[in-house]
């Protein structure tokens, strides 16, 4: 089953917008992850946010995680054409109700497109 | 390797045939997972070895589905009398440790066409 719920599910937008996209998901987690993946390709990893830490940076990404609310935010600036892809959130298991070790859960995915 | 290999690359079946996909992790991983990504959703974990241990096979939709990783190294996912139901693309992944803020690597799948 699905840990997180992606919105929107697709996201169209003009080449220098911003994106963002949002994720909820169900229990209590200590990290998650965003990942990207190009069509017809495997995921790549993005970046990771603690459940202690509320916002991160990396280049033209930022992620916010609201633990209250169980939901996290993925902001990419100045998007460009290359951007284009699905992107998951992804979350661990820590009281390892479903086996353990790091296995992730993904979300459902948002489609972003960044049209020229 | 340089990155997580998988094999074959598409793999069209006919009903009933048995199947069998390949996995080359990253040299030295510990952790392999296998995941199940149907069209236009996410990935949807199958199992997870950690060396040649099996510890989670929670995700295998059936007793049709089997994996392996004997070496701890390749890892191959069978499933026998295959179904149309299982025409998917068939993930692999795969991590240095089993910390839980270890990032996964993953291959560009092997899609399944069951006809």
């Known amino acids: 089953s699905q840990q997180g719920e992606e919105d929107p599910q697709a996201l169209s937008i003009q080449e220098g917008e911003n994106a963002t996209m949002n994720c909820s998901y169900k229990?209590?987690?200590?990290?998650l992850q965003w990942y990207r993946q190009n069509s017809g390709r495997g995921l790549v990893h993005l970046i990771l946010?603690?459940?202690?830490?509320r916002e991160k940076h990396s280049g033209r990404l930022r992620v916010t995680l609201d633990t209250s609310k169980k939901s996290s935010s993925l902001l990419i600036t100045a998007s460009r054409a290359a951007d284009t892809a699905s992107y998951f959130c992804?979350?661990?298991?820590?009281?390892?109700?479903?086996?353990?070790?790091?296995?992730?859960?993904f979300g459902t995915g948002t489609q972003l497109k960044v049209e020229l | 390797g340089a990155g997580v290999s998988q094999s074959p690359r598409y793999k069209v079946a006919k009903r009933g045939q048995d199947v069998a996909l390949r996995c080359d992790p990253i040299?030295?991983?510990?952790?392999l997972f296998w995941y199940q990504q149907a069209l236009g959703q996410g990935p949807e974990f199958l199992t997870y070895?950690?060396?040649?241990?099996?510890?989670?096979k929670s995700g295998l939709p059936s007793d049709r589905f089997f994996a392996e990783r004997p070496e701890g190294s390749v890892s191959t996912l069978k499933i026998q009398r295959t179904q149309q139901e299982d025409s998917a693309v068939y993930l692999c992944?795969?991590?240095?440790?089993?910390?839980?803020?270890?990032?996964?690597?993953f291959g560009s799948g092997t899609q399944l066409s069951v006809l």
């Open positions: 946010i603690r459940s202690n830490e």
């Open positions: 070895f950690q060396n040649e241990a099996q510890l989670d």
């Open positions: 040299s030295g991983h510990v952790s």
């Open positions: 992944a795969s991590s240095k440790g089993n910390a839980a803020n270890e990032k996964l690597f």
């Open positions: 229990t209590s987690i200590n990290n």
């Open positions: 992804a979350t661990d298991d820590p009281l390892g109700r479903t086996g353990g070790g790091n296995k992730l859960t």
